[in-house]
């Protein structure tokens, strides 16, 4: 089970999340693709979406979820992450994720590159690169410790980089010798 958690719109990039699952099928039948978020921010690109899954098929193994309020309960079910923006500031879902021990499958984009640690917490693949992305996916996929290791360090780096406390004492330090005369 591989799930994304964004809403649905182009930005998202979810067609990428749909070629994907058309080239990973091939391998794996078994495999599904649940995305949780907003359906209802951008209309045409979630029928747009609805349309490609229908064409290729892809029915029985991509899930639309819509807006949830059990997300932390989804991803302790699922196996991979999978993140499909071309661009992104700060991916809060990818390091919730990795917080829930999910290795993460993603393009290689601003902040997820600061995010994610590519072959140690997941994978990082060139934009847009699909072949690339299925490959990664099928890696984590057919290789279940690799996969548990890889979100394993993924909790761990979250806990010591993006925790709360981590962050308000790394703030301190640099705004307090800032105030002393």
């Known amino acids: 089970l591989i799930i994304g958690v964004s809403h649905v719109m182009p ?15 091939q391998y794996l039948d078994n495999v599904h693709l649940i995305m949780a978020g907003s359906l209802d921010r951008d209309r045409a690109y979630t029928q747009k979406i609805r349309t490609m899954i229908r064409e290729n098929g892809l029915g029985k193994h991509i899930h639309l979820l819509g807006m949830r309020t059990d997300v932390p309960n989804l991803l302790r079910g699922s196996e991979i992450f999978l993140h499909t923006a071309n661009r992104e500031a700060h991916p809060r879902a990818v390091l919730e994720a990795m917080a829930a021990g999910l290795p993460t499958v993603a393009f290689a984009v601003a902040g997820v590159t600061e995010a994610v640690v ?19 996916a099928l890696s984590l ?13 993924g909790r761990e ?25």
């Open 11 to 25: 930005r998202k990039g979810q067609e990428h999340g749909v070629a994907m699952m058309k080239q990973l099928t």
């Open 141 to 153: 996929l057919t290789r279940a410790e690799q996969a548990s290791q890889m979100g394993q360090r």
């Open 157 to 181: 780096y979250v806990e010591a980089h993006f925790m709360a406390q981590n962050t308000a004492r790394q703030s301190i330090q640099i705004i307090d010798p800032l105030l002393r005369p």
């Open 118 to 136: 590519d072959q140690e917490t997941g994978y990082l693949v060139p934009a847009n690169d699909i072949d690339r992305m299925t490959e990664a």
